[in-house]
């Protein structure tokens, strides 16, 4: 019987459980290569001129934010190092409470003490509808918001005069877990804003047709594309705490499978 096979299994599971627990509490980092969709959006950001205006559009529910949360903080991280302003939009009933949690946590305030909000950043709360509200925002922000999220009259709020309509907005940055139809036939092509999709991985198929036509500018996917937006960024999170899960789990399982074929070769040879 080969050495491997006397140790007893649940010491492998223990192990596994500790390589998870480790990028978990402290993201390594460990590099993946980051698609040119992802870079695209990266580089998009770094070329707006000061002064430019973005709208991050956010239309995911609760039960998908786990795949969204690490490229929303590391974008609006990005955002905030630029020198640009940027309106946050929710088209998503849940969405204005999970991006606060994201701004809670950048500490703004503290990090970025030349950001105001209201002149350099705001949010707005959520705006019902689906595709009809992405027509209505963009064809008259004022008459769709009157309060921002926290119940300022938006008239109160230096930024949002910058903000009418779609005309104003020189990226649209939109965080989604739905299908590319309504998002691309309003703001794209109805209103010819730029456009930055960052779906779900389960939607991204839907999207890659509008991207090969080149009809958005960039596409991020899931939390792999947040992964690599965290490494461009140089803000190891969520996201890539999730890829060295799995980068771990891989080579942990390779590792075995040629620990165990050494030790059956081994076995056999000696006629155990």
């Given at each position: 019987?080969?050495a491997?096979?006397k140790?007893?299994?649940?010491?492998f599971?223990?192990?596994l459980?500790?390589l998870?627990?480790?990028?978990?509490?402290?993201?390594?980092g460990?590099?993946i290569p980051?698609s040119k969709?992802?870079?695209?959006v990266?580089d998009?950001i770094?070329s707006?001129p000061p002064?430019?205006?973005?709208?991050?559009?956010?239309?995911?529910d609760?039960?998908?934010?786990?795949?969204?949360?690490a490229?929303?903080?590391?974008?609006?991280?990005?955002?905030?190092?630029r020198?640009?302003?940027?309106?946050?939009?929710n088209?998503?009933?849940?969405?204005?409470v999970?991006?606060?949690t994201?701004?809670?946590?950048?500490?703004?305030?503290k990090?970025?003490?030349n950001k105001?909000?209201?002149?350099?950043?705001?949010?707005?709360?959520?705006?019902?509808?689906?595709e009809?509200?992405?027509a209505?925002?963009?064809?008259?922000?004022?008459?769709?918001?009157?309060?921002d999220y926290?119940?300022?009259?938006i008239?109160e709020?230096?930024?949002?005069?910058?903000?009418?309509d779609?005309?104003?907005?020189d990226l649209?940055?939109?965080?989604?877990?739905?299908d590319a139809?309504?998002?691309?036939r309003?703001f794209?092509?109805?209103f010819?804003?730029?456009y930055a999709?960052?779906?779900t991985?389960?939607w991204?198929?839907?999207?890659?047709?509008?991207?090969d036509?080149?009809?958005?500018i960039g596409?991020?996917q899931?939390?792999r594309?947040?992964?690599?937006?965290?490494?461009?960024?140089?803000?190891p999170?969520?996201?890539?705490?999730?890829?060295?899960?799995l980068?771990l789990g891989?080579l942990?399982?390779?590792?075995?499978m040629?620990l165990?074929?050494?030790?059956?070769?081994?076995?056999r040879?000696?006629?155990?």
């Amino acid at each position: 019987m080969g050495a491997l096979r006397k140790i007893d299994r649940r010491f492998f599971m223990l192990m596994l459980l500790i390589l998870f627990i480790i990028p978990a509490v402290r993201p390594l980092g460990i590099p993946i290569p980051v698609s040119k969709y992802t870079k695209e959006v990266y580089d998009y950001i770094n070329s707006l001129p000061p002064g430019s205006l973005v709208v991050v559009a956010t239309d995911v529910d609760v039960a998908l934010w786990p795949e969204e949360r690490a490229f929303t903080k590391a974008v609006l991280w990005h955002l905030l190092q630029r020198p640009i302003k940027f309106v946050i939009v929710n088209f998503g009933p849940d969405s204005p409470v999970l991006i606060n949690t994201v701004l809670e946590e950048l500490n703004i305030e503290k990090t970025f003490p030349n950001k105001k909000y209201g002149e350099d950043y705001v949010l707005l709360g959520y705006l019902a509808g689906g595709e009809t509200a992405y027509a209505a925002f963009c064809t008259d922000v004022h008459a769709v918001y009157e309060t921002d999220y926290f119940g300022t009259p938006i008239e109160e709020l230096p930024i949002m005069k910058e903000l009418k309509d779609s005309s104003d907005i020189d990226l649209l940055i939109h965080i989604t877990g739905a299908d590319a139809d309504a998002p691309v036939r309003q703001f794209v092509s109805t209103f010819h804003i730029p456009y930055a999709a960052a779906p779900t991985i389960g939607w991204v198929p839907t999207y890659m047709p509008y991207y090969d036509a080149g009809l958005l500018i960039g596409l991020i996917q899931g939390v792999r594309g947040g992964a690599e937006y965290e490494l461009l960024v140089k803000r190891p999170g969520v996201g890539l705490a999730t890829t060295d899960c799995l980068t771990l789990g891989f080579l942990y399982v390779i590792i075995l499978m040629i620990l165990g074929n050494i030790d059956y070769f081994a076995t056999r040879k000696k006629g155990g």
